[in-house]
């Protein structure tokens, strides 16, 4: 089956970007969707379609897609961002999540 | 304004079957590229996809627990059940239910909160 690989932590200062990875084999061929998840929450859609954002969801959040990696990246990270943050994908006829990354704003 | 709510034991003893439904409002799973898919979550672990099935009643499980899984949608009474059988410990999770709509490599837009599953005897 299909395996998304994402660093397990991430930390970042407030204001930096931080930068979230997903790399997984021709990635770039897929259409990427991403997810935040507080604790105690249900995860939100945050990207779709590699670069999408849904309405709601700042500018900040970007995402991109090319090769074996897609990116999720977060400018002016703020407070509020701190969250896990998972990829999907489809393979076949069925979809994956990533590990999660857990974003710790210092 | 499409809301989801799971319902279903919150405690269930190993081997037994579990039955969730999915109760959804705010759209209709008989409307043209709209699904409903489960989602689960392990205390302190990552999402984990069990299935799918969508408007015009095509269906998708995951690989792992295929064998296990059965998704059905009752669309008049707007709901989605999903079986798991022969329950263990570590299917112990949340259980999320989620709406997607579109083509080809869906995404979930809308969730619900979420019911939480124990596995014990």
């Known amino acids: 089956s299909y395996v998304l690989t994402q660093p397990p932590s991430l930390s970042v200062a407030p204001g930096e970007t931080a930068r979230i990875t997903c790399g997984g084999d021709?990635?770039?061929?897929?259409?990427v969707h991403w997810y935040h998840q507080k604790p105690g929450q249900a995860p939100v859609l945050v990207i779709y379609?590699?670069?999408d954002r849904p309405s709601g969801i700042p500018e900040r959040f970007s995402g991109s897609n090319s090769g074996n990696t897609a990116t999720l990246t977060i400018s002016r990270v703020e407070a509020g961002d701190e969250a896990d943050y998972y990829c999907?994908?489809?393979?076949?006829?069925?979809?994956?999540f990533g590990g999660g990354t857990k974003l710790t704003v210092l | 304004q499409i809301t989801l709510k799971e319902s279903g034991p919150t405690l269930v003893k190993p081997t037994q079957t579990l039955t969730l439904t999915c109760t959804f409002s705010?759209?209709?799973?008989?409307?043209?590229?709209?699904?409903v898919g489960w989602i689960r979550q392990p205390p302190g672990k990552a999402l984990e996809w069990l299935a799918l099935?969508?408007?015009?009643?095509?269906?998708r499980y995951s690989p792992s627990l295929k064998s296990r899984l059965t998704i059905t949608k009752d669309t008049s009474k707007n709901q989605v059940v999903l079986t798991m059988t022969n329950m263990d410990p570590v299917d112990t999770a949340t259980y999320y239910c989620?709406?997607?709509?579109?083509?080809?490599?869906?995404?979930?837009?809308?969730w619900g909160q979420g019911t939480v599953v124990t596995v014990s005897s």
């Open positions: 989620a709406h997607s709509v579109g083509f080809g490599e869906l995404f979930f837009d809308y």
């Open positions: 705010g759209f209709s799973l008989s409307a043209r590229g709209v699904g």
């Open positions: 099935i969508y408007w015009d009643d095509d269906k």
């Open positions: 021709k990635i770039g061929s897929k259409s």
């Open positions: 379609s590699d670069s």
């Open positions: 999907q994908v489809w393979d076949s006829r069925a979809t994956v």
